[in-house]
């Protein structure tokens, strides 16, 4: 029986590959990009992907993949890199793979509050999700994703039906079978009309995945070590500081502060800082510093971060892997109220894994079990301590006393001067914050009554 199942999905396979061939590719190969033609021939779990999302049918499959192939060479997908993205897009947090579910499942988060409706920016943030599906489909080969819905402090800006069924549209026709779930989190009830559109779209089969929760019961699905804060969870997502509209301005910025004072270049991984980690700076009190691996192999490589002080340090990611010519930023920060000692070691593990390895907690759990020594790159790193310079109260005084009497009265009348200005500032603030709120409230409440009577009339 199982022979004969073989038997019939390897000849659908062959049907597939041969009338793609004769019937779309001889005439409209200018539509293609070449990579993925040739890739349909060789790879037989992507033609089964196809088939099995259209219920073996052949002509449905070829369709679909005449479909997806367009779409892919618009999108110049297989051309995709970090470099393609806005440097601020990738670092606002709003889109980004990270964590596992209950079942095993990669998470695909979409924090929807940092999107808001804009045709300036659609197409990158369309590239972001292709970037990151392509990234893990070829990384992965085939394992499901979850994706997590995140719709908690969102607005009616950040409502874009475009971008929503792009998204869908990715797992329905660019990467079928991937798609495990999609957990929906807090979702306003201003939403509820949008999403039995959005229901409609998916199709009765992909209904069904449709999970929604709330803090109470999201962890029926993830758990807490991969969810956020304001989810319940443990990860601190550290919050962006800046708006999209000042993005080239930031972007240059964070360049310049990121840029490596010396670099370390080993046979698998350049590191930076080459030799020691700056915890502090003079120009901040942030205790943390951050250590950039940089990928010079063609492989994959799986890298561990070890200290001689596990209980006084926290790193993330300590047990990761970095895809060939990528970066991976880690992050070093001592746990609240311990001191950092110039005592403290770090041990940078690296060795090169198989491309058909996955890549999964515990792949990389066996990986490390059973690679040999030999194979193993390894580089330490010392820490160093950067004292803040702060003006003493002392050195104040001093400077007070060297004033004449007029001097410091005047000085006195404007800082009561200018305190008053800044409570009248305040109050302004406040009353448009205020007007603002009411205005929203308004606005909400006039959609809802036009949704509901809407439904009503045509229901």
Same mark, same amino acid.
């Given at each position: 029986m199982a022979e004969c199942q073989a038997q019939n999905k390897a000849k659908l396979i062959s049907d597939v590959r041969r009338r793609f061939e004769a019937e779309y590719v001889t005439d409209k190969s200018d539509k293609y990009d070449l990579r993925d033609v040739e890739r349909l021939q060789q790879d037989d779990n992507w033609v089964e992907s196809y088939l099995c999302w259209r219920h073996n049918v052949v002509d449905e499959t070829l369709k679909m993949l005449d479909e997806s192939f367009q779409w892919r060479k618009e999108m110049s997908v297989n051309d995709l890199t970090e470099a393609s993205i806005?440097?601020?897009?990738?670092?606002?947090?709003?889109?980004?793979?990270?964590?596992?579910?209950k079942e095993g499942n990669k998470l695909f988060w979409i924090r929807v509050k940092y999107h808001i409706k804009d045709q300036k920016t659609i197409m990158d943030k369309k590239k972001l999700i292709a970037f990151w599906l392509?990234?893990?489909?070829?990384?992965?080969?085939g394992k499901p994703v979850t994706v997590m819905f995140d719709l908690s402090e969102t607005g009616i800006n950040s409502i874009d039906m475009d971008f929503v069924r792009f998204i869908i549209n990715c797992f329905k026709v660019y990467y079928p079978k991937y798609l495990s779930k999609m957990v929906i989190f807090d979702m306003p009830w201003i939403m509820n009309a949008a999403f039995k559109i959005v229901k409609s779209w998916l199709g009765p089969?992909?209904?069904?995945?449709?999970?929604?929760?709330?803090?109470?019961?999201?962890?029926?699905?993830?758990?807490?070590?991969?969810?956020?804060?304001?989810?319940?969870?443990?990860?601190?997502?550290?919050?962006?500081?800046?708006?999209?509209?000042?993005?080239?301005?930031?972007?240059?910025?964070?360049?310049?502060?990121?840029?490596?004072?010396?670099?370390?270049?080993?046979?698998?991984?350049?590191?930076?800082?080459? !030799? *020691? +980690? %700056?915890?502090?700076?003079?120009?901040?009190? /942030?205790?943390?510093?951050?250590?950039?691996?940089?990928?010079?192999?063609?492989?994959?490589?799986?890298?561990?971060?070890?200290?001689?002080?596990?209980?006084?340090?926290?790193?993330?990611?300590?047990?990761?892997?970095?895809?060939?010519?990528?970066?991976?930023?880690?992050?070093?920060?001592?746990?609240?109220?311990?001191?950092?000692?110039?005592?403290?070691?770090?041990?940078?593990?690296?060795?090169?894994?198989?491309?058909?390895?996955?890549?999964?907690?515990?792949?990389?759990?066996?990986?490390?079990?059973?690679?040999?020594?030999?194979?193993?790159?390894?580089?330490?790193?010392?820490?160093?301590?950067?004292?803040?310079?702060?003006?003493?109260?002392?050195?104040?005084?001093?400077?007070?006393?060297?004033?004449?009497?007029?001097?410091? !009265? *005047? +000085? %006195?009348?404007?800082?009561?001067?200018?305190? /008053?200005?800044?409570?009248?500032?305040?109050d302004q603030v406040q009353h448009c914050i205020w007007f603002q709120q009411w205005l929203l409230s308004l606005t909400v409440v006039s959609l809802a009554f036009v949704i509901s009577l809407f439904y009503l009339l045509y229901s």
């Open positions: 806005p440097r601020w897009l990738l670092e606002i947090g709003g889109i980004y793979l990270h964590g596992y579910d392509e990234r893990y489909a070829k990384r992965e080969n089969e992909a209904v069904s995945l449709l999970k929604f929760t709330s803090k109470n019961d999201v962890q029926d699905y993830v758990s807490v070590e991969y969810l956020p804060l304001h989810m319940g969870g443990t990860v601190n997502i550290i919050e962006p500081t800046f708006k999209a509209e000042e993005n080239e301005k930031v972007d240059s910025k964070m360049k310049a502060f990121k840029k490596p004072l010396s670099v370390f270049k080993g046979a698998l991984l350049n590191i930076s800082p080459a !030799e *020691e +980690l %700056y915890f502090g700076s003079t120009e901040s009190e /942030e205790k943390k510093a951050l250590i950039t691996l940089t990928n010079v192999t063609k492989n994959i490589v799986a890298f561990k971060v070890r200290t001689t002080a596990p209980e006084k340090y926290r790193v993330k990611p300590s047990n990761s892997s970095c895809d060939p010519g990528a970066s991976v930023d880690i992050v070093v920060s001592p746990h609240g109220g311990l001191t950092v000692s110039a005592q403290d070691r770090f041990l940078i593990m690296a060795a090169e894994m198989e491309q058909s390895s996955g890549t999964g907690p515990a792949e990389l759990t066996q990986f490390w079990k059973e690679v040999p020594r030999n194979k193993v790159m390894e580089h330490r790193l010392r820490c160093h301590i950067v004292e803040s310079i702060k003006p003493t109260t002392l050195t104040l005084k001093h400077h007070a006393f060297n004033m004449s009497d007029k001097t410091s !009265e *005047e +000085l %006195y009348l404007q800082l009561n001067r200018l305190l /008053e200005s800044n409570r009248k500032l305040e």
